[in-house]
């Protein structure tokens, strides 16, 4: 617990840090042109092939019926762009977690390293491209599942708990997997997968549902029009700073689970020092709180 609540900390104050936020602007950027992009030519045929289905559904029209005996008749105005936004909606989260993946987390990993592990060794144990296949895999696989509970969701509680859990083993699946890409074996990757599963997975679910937040700010752009072009960039920015901040938080937690694992190893290596791990865990966390030469404070 004492981990996690650490690594949480930090990467809440790296993520004011000027390059973090410098950084989140260059996926924003991509993000925002292809959204905007593909507003621009299928908007407009995704609206009609919507209204189309509606129009043609007994229930939904059964629905319609009794929405204008009720008074609220103009909701049918506002269902088609919801419908179309909160099913592009999955995609644009997807796309930011592997935009941020590739493009943010190797370089917010090198800044822990560099100002909270600079003598920790790099192994390499993740290749850039076995990183890509990691990542697509585990994408397909959470795609998949996502699908599959589709049918779920209509039970109140579950809606509330399968996205997010989805979206937070994908997270856990990527992100850890990047965050020690660079520094551990593929050995020590297993075994660091292996001993803190549970807590990756719920960094994963946490970040998950500060992911939903700006779903509300993305799907606000189909009730008003004027503001679309300003809301949809804002909601794409808050998705990438959500994964940012998540990346920081699996990187802090991972270099220092990895500099725990290796202290862990010298020392059954020693013949002379053989400490208890709960004691080595906490002296690699204490050293990893050392400030390193030439840094200007221990975060």
């Known amino acids: 617990m004492s981990l996690f609540l650490d690594s949480f900390w930090r ?78 909606t999955p995609l644009i989260v997807v796309l930011s977690l592997l935009t941020v993946a590739l493009l943010m987390t190797p370089a917010l990993t090198l800044l822990v390293a560099e100002r909270r592990f600079p003598q920790l060794e790099r192994k390499r144990g993740g290749s850039f491209f076995f990183s890509i296949l990691w990542s697509l895999g585990s994408t397909l696989l959470a795609l998949i599942a996502l699908v599959i509970s589709i049918p779920l969701w209509l039970v109140p509680p579950l809606i509330l708990m399968l996205p997010p859990l989805i979206w937070g083993w994908l997270s856990y699946r990527v992100m850890a997997f990047d965050a020690l890409a660079e520094h551990a074996s593929a050995e020590e990757r297993k075994e660091i ?21 700006p779903s509300l700010i993305w799907a606000s752009g189909a009730l008003l029009a004027a503001a679309f072009v300003i809301l949809v960039p804002l909601a794409i920015w808050i998705y990438t700073l959500v994964f940012a901040f998540s990346s920081l938080w699996f990187a802090h937690y991972c270099l220092a689970a990895l500099q725990v694992l290796r202290i862990e190893k010298a020392t059954d290596a020693s013949p002379v020092v053989n400490a208890p791990p709960v004691l080595l865990a906490s002296e690699a966390l204490r050293l990893a709180n050392v400030k390193s030469p030439g840094s200007n404070d221990v975060f």
């Not at 997968?193 to 937040?213: E, K, N, S």
């Open 11 to 88: 990467a809440v104050v790296y993520c004011m840090r000027p390059r973090v936020i410098a950084l989140s602007f260059f996926p924003l950027l991509l993000m925002v042109a292809l959204a905007l992009g593909l507003g621009y030519f299928y908007w407009d045929a995704a609206m009609d092939f919507v209204r189309q289905g509606l129009e043609s559904s007994i229930f939904v029209n059964t629905v319609w019926s009794w929405l204008q005996g009720m008074g609220l008749g103009s909701l049918k105005l506002v269902l088609a762009p919801l419908i179309v936004i909160f099913a592009v």
């Open 193 to 213: 997968f292996r001993r803190h599963r549970g807590w990756l997975l719920g960094i994963g679910v946490l970040t998950g549902y500060l992911g939903a937040a």
